[in-house]
C-alpha cells in the first residue's frame, strides 16, 4: 500500500478535491441538504473558515483555512464524509474490500490536497474551483450554478456577474 505524504502548515490555507466512489453519480447534488449539515457540524466542532467551496455531482472543491497551529484536515475530511454517509440510506454498490471492512462505498477512500503557496495561489485556486460547474459542461455560466461560494464573491464584489462564461480560460489546473 503506498504511503501518502501529506503537507501539514499550521493554520495553513488548502485546496482540496473529495469525490465520490461512482464519479457518474449526482449523490451530492442530490442530497445537497445532508453534505451542508455534515459541513456546518464539522465546522462546528472543529473549526475552520471555508475561502471557497463548489459541490458538483460528484465531486467537491474546497479550499479551507485552518485555525493557527492546527493542521488535522484530513480528521475533518474524515468525520464529514462519515456523517453525510452516515444520513443516506444503504444500498451502494461496495467492493469486497469495503464490505470486509465495513465500509460504505460511497466515497472515495482518499482526497487531493495542495496548500496555498502565496495570495496569487489563492486567487487561482479560488478561479479553478468557481469555473469548474462551466468545465464539466453543468452550467455556461459560473453564476448559474447555485451550490458555490462564487455567490459570495459576486455580492462582494469580487466577480463581476458575467465571469466565468463558457469562453473562459483558466489556466494551469487539471484534476
Request: proline letters at 6%.
Amino acid at each position: 500500500m503506498p504511503t501518502y505524504r501529506r503537507n501539514h502548515v499550521p493554520g495553513g490555507v488548502y485546496f482540496f478535491t473529495v469525490a465520490i466512489a461512482e464519479r457518474r453519480r449526482d449523490l451530492l447534488v442530490r442530497h445537497i441538504d445532508q453534505l451542508k449539515a455534515a459541513i456546518r457540524q464539522e465546522r462546528a466542532r472543529n473549526p475552520f473558515a471555508t475561502l471557497g467551496l463548489v459541490v458538483l455531482p460528484d465531486h467537491i472543491h474546497a479550499v479551507w483555512r485552518l485555525p493557527p497551529g492546527d493542521v488535522d484536515y484530513s480528521n475533518r475530511w474524515r468525520r464529514i464524509k462519515c456523517s453525510f454517509s452516515a444520513a443516506l440510506p444503504r444500498g451502494e454498490r461496495r467492493s469486497v474490500s469495503r464490505v470486509s471492512k465495513g465500509e460504505r462505498g460511497i466515497w472515495q477512500r482518499r482526497f487531493w490536497e495542495h496548500t496555498m503557496r502565496d495570495e496569487d495561489d489563492l486567487r487561482r485556486h479560488l478561479d479553478y474551483l468557481h469555473f469548474n460547474p462551466v468545465k464539466h459542461g453543468l452550467v455556461s455560466r459560473v453564476a448559474d450554478w447555485p451550490h458555490s461560494t462564487f455567490h459570495a464573491y459576486l455580492r462582494r464584489g469580487v466577480y463581476p456577474e458575467n465571469w466565468g462564461g463558457v469562453d473562459t480560460t483558466i489556466e494551469g489546473y487539471g484534476e
